[in-house]
């Protein structure tokens, strides 16, 4: 499995982006593709995931209500819809794929084992 991340950029303190990540090679239904980020000088920390089978979504509590990830099967592709964004979302994003991974492991980096580049996403105040 490949990934290829995709749109991130500058936006100002309450502005939104959106996020892609194509991917190529199989994903079956028991996939989870994730987005996370890493701030400078920080650890690089879970945002968002999706089941790729029945799409149910997970969200790190700081983004819930403001972020919303998707996915197109048939494009093989997960997004990140970023809105009301704040200086803080400031990182580099990665898309990352896990196989088959269980609930209580979502959000760790050691459940995926396929990572895209990142992307600069830079929210001014």
């Known amino acids: 499995v490949q990934l290829q991340a995709s749109g991130g950029g500058l936006v100002q303190d309450g502005g939104s982006l959106r996020l892609s990540c194509a991917s190529s090679?199989?994903?079956?239904?028991?996939?989870?593709l994730g987005w996370f980020r890493q701030a400078p000088g920080k650890e690089r920390e879970f945002v968002a995931t999706i089941r790729w089978g029945g799409g149910h979504t997970y969200y790190r509590e700081s983004v819930k209500g403001r972020f919303a990830i998707s996915r197109d099967k048939a494009k093989g592709t997960v997004s990140l819809q970023m809105d009301s964004l704040k200086p803080e979302d400031t990182a580099i994003y990665y898309c990352?794929?896990?196989?088959?991974?269980?609930?209580?492991?979502?959000?760790?980096?050691?459940?995926?084992?396929?990572w895209g580049q990142g992307t600069q996403v830079t929210v001014s105040s």
């Open positions: 990352a794929a896990a196989p088959r991974p269980i609930l209580s492991t979502l959000s760790a980096e050691s459940s995926y084992h396929y």
């Open positions: 090679g199989q994903l079956s239904s028991g996939y989870a």
